[in-house]
């Protein structure tokens, strides 16, 4: 009976080692990512909206999906688990971020065409800018040459 004990003790100090230098490697890689993450992102602050600024969005988002990857497998404990169990959290997940497309779309399209179908609209946000423009030209002081 001591001997299974032993055993057993054995096999879990062994696991236990693993599973740090498993955590540690992970951390690394994440620590990397973000990094990078914030590398590019810096380096896109001065950058005039174009095709290059748009791939170095598209990366950020490719290393933001490839950290959450890595949390939820190792810091939540779902890359060794079966595969239906992983199913039952990606599934609503993806539904999750297709109703959040879903809603940022119909919003998106209901402030484009509110214009088009109801005039009021449209004529509330023209009095708004003519009314802005006014207010400029009445801060202007007479004969400053402005």
């Known amino acids: 009976m001591e001997h299974t004990s032993t055993a057993v003790l054995h096999h879990e100090e062994h696991h236990a080692g693993g599973g740090k230098k498993e955590i540690f490697r992970v951390t690394i890689i994440l620590t990397v990512l973000t990094l990078v993450e914030l590398g590019l992102g810096y380096w896109m602050i001065g950058m005039e909206?174009?095709?290059?600024?748009?791939?170095?969005?598209?990366?950020?988002?490719?290393?933001?999906?490839?950290?959450?990857?890595?949390?939820?497998?190792?810091?939540?404990?779902?890359?060794?688990?079966?595969?239906?169990?992983i199913m039952t959290v990606i599934v609503p997940l993806l539904l999750f971020v297709w109703f959040i497309i879903a809603f940022l779309s119909d919003g998106n399209s209901y402030k484009n065409l509110k214009n088009e179908y109801n005039p009021y609209y449209k004529e509330r946000s023209t009095e708004k800018a003519e009314k802005k423009e006014g207010v400029k030209e009445e801060t202007k002081k007479p004969g400053s040459g402005e």
Request: aromatic share 14%; glycine share 8%.
């Open 49 to 85: 909206d174009g095709l290059k600024k748009h791939f170095i969005k598209g990366v950020i988002v490719i290393l933001m999906l490839a950290k959450a990857f890595y949390i939820v497998g190792y810091f939540m404990h779902l890359k060794h688990e079966i595969r239906n169990l």
